[in-house]
């Protein structure tokens, strides 16, 4: 289990967008938001290099639950599985912790790990995007219906790694999300 967890880690270090940028001659983090995530890459590359890149860091995450329950660890062991490729993210020890932001690794990790939790915030997420008027605020609710859903569907035990993910999540996107309640809440 242990060598799964630094499979985990190590496979979350594969930062798709560092790739696509290297592809294209761009290094992503001299640009813009200077992040490493889809967002970023779409923005300085375009459409294709979004998706790509989302379509990269969600895989790697799907990739390590689908591998945890392939070798038949109990889900918590899975989930934190999850856990750690996020970490691996967001942290890279070979880029001295300054990765991604984890919003495609954690959709692509709970998109397996907890299909029924997905789609409930997956929802939450479409029902607020148009009265929100912002993705990082709207992803504040569809968070929050996720955990929701996780202490709704007794699954704490298994899905606590997710809860911690989403805190790690919250940390990076800290800034955005302060910018984001300015310009949103300063236009009274």
């Known amino acids: 289990m242990i060598l799964y967890w630094i499979t985990a880690y190590l496979i979350g270090n594969f930062l ?3 790739w696509i940028g290297k592809w294209k001659g761009v290094d992503l983090r001299q640009q813009r ?4 995530g889809a967002r970023n890459a779409g ?3 375009g459409k294709t290099a979004f998706f790509l890149t989302f379509l990269g860091d969600a895989l790697k995450a799907a990739a ?3 591998l945890g329950r392939y070798v038949e660890y109990d889900e918590w062991a899975v989930a934190v599985g999850g856990l750690l490729v996020i970490c691996g993210h967001l942290f890279p020890f070979w880029l001295k912790g300054k990765g991604g932001k984890g919003i495609a690794s954690f959709i692509g990790a709970t998109l397996y790990l907890t299909p029924e ?3 409930a915030m997956f929802i939450v997420f479409f029902i607020f995007l148009p009265f929100v008027k912002s ?3 709207t992803m504040l609710f569809a968070m929050a219906a996720y955990l929701i859903g996780i202490f709704l569907s007794g699954e704490i035990p298994s899905c606590w790694p997710m809860a911690a993910a989403m805190l790690l999540i919250l940390a990076k996107h800290r800034n955005d999300i302060a910018e984001s309640f300015h310009q949103r ?4």
């Open 135 to 137: 993705a990082t605020l």
């Open 64 to 66: 390590v639950i689908w």
């Open 43 to 45: 923005a300085v590359i």
């Open 185 to 188: 809440f300063s236009k009274a």
């Open 117 to 119: 939790l997905f789609a």
């Open 33 to 36: 938001s200077g992040n490493l």
């Open 16 to 18: 798709t967008a560092w």
